[in-house]
T-cell receptor, first 114, second 113 residues
Framework: DTGVSQDPRHKITKRGQNVTFRCDPISEHNRLYWYRQTLGQGPEFLTYFQNEAQLEKSRLLSDRFSAERPKGSFSTLEIQRTEQGDSAMYLC????????????FGSGTRLTVV | AQSVTQLDSQVPVFEEAPVELRCNYSSSVSVYLFWYVQYPNQGLQLLLKYLSGSTLVKGINGFEAEFNKSQTSFHLRKPSVHISDTAEYFCAVSEFDNNDMRFGAGTRLTVKP
């Protein structure tokens, strides 16, 4: 297992377009998290899945954002009608059941909205 | 709700010198504390964590941190830094039984030769 994979690494999109990011967690990890990191700031929590169930969403996750984790494996984060303020690094992390604080982060997807 | 303050946004230091990166937290309940390192264009890597037990926690790459409940602090230290320690360091807190982690704004450590 090579860790948490995120795709793409970089995405440049025009304002108003939709984008989708993918995260493949470590295979035995049942918990999956999405965080957003803007320049000069620490990561901010967006949402959390336990298996396929989305159990928590931050108020940062506006109705333009949607996340899924079908079958409890990979997850997707979609942003509709992108705005320049959505430009950020989107980080995915996963943890196993037996170590809920043992976060393994992916390398992130850097989104630039022009 | 928990919050984290990293008191220094940038810390320049010469190679082989000691360093301390400061972190204070705020919470009304029991917390778990973490330090992460982030190299450019990479994700976060866990350096160390405090969940319970000894307040002095040793981590990877020679780093250690001390949990001080009375001062609500969790400062990160290394007795002798290397050029390769140049990176962004994040302190994070999670309240007991919470599902998310709150990060500080980060401290940019620059090690100069």
């Amino acid at each position: 297992d090579t860790g948490v994979s995120q795709d793409p690494r970089h995405k440049i999109t025009k304002r108003g377009q939709n984008v989708t990011f993918r995260c493949d967690p470590i295979s035995e990890h049942n918990r999956l998290y999405w965080y957003r990191q803007t320049l000069g700031q620490g990561p901010e929590f967006l949402t959390y899945f336990q298996n396929e169930a989305q159990l928590e969403k931050s108020r940062l996750l506006s109705d333009r954002f949607s996340a899924e984790r079908p079958k409890g494996s990979f997850s997707t984060l979609e942003i509709q009608r992108t705005e320049q303020g959505d430009s950020a690094m989107y980080l995915c992390a996963s943890t196993p059941t037996w170590d809920r604080y043992g976060y393994t982060f992916g390398s992130g997807t850097r989104l630039t909205v022009v | 709700a928990q919050s984290v303050t990293q008191l220094d946004s940038q810390v320049p230091v010469f190679e082989e010198a000691p360093v301390e990166l400061r972190c204070n937290y705020s919470s009304s309940v029991s917390v778990y504390l973490f330090w992460y390192v982030q190299y450019p264009n990479q994700g976060l890597q866990l350096l160390l964590k405090y969940l319970s037990g000894s307040t002095l926690v040793k981590g990877i790459n020679g780093f250690e941190a001390e949990f001080n409940k009375s001062q609500t602090s969790f400062h990160l230290r290394k007795p002798s830094v290397h050029i390769s320690d140049t990176a962004e360091y994040f302190c994070a807190v999670s309240e007991f039984d919470n599902n998310d982690m709150r990060f500080g704004a980060g401290t940019r450590l620059t090690v100069k030769p």
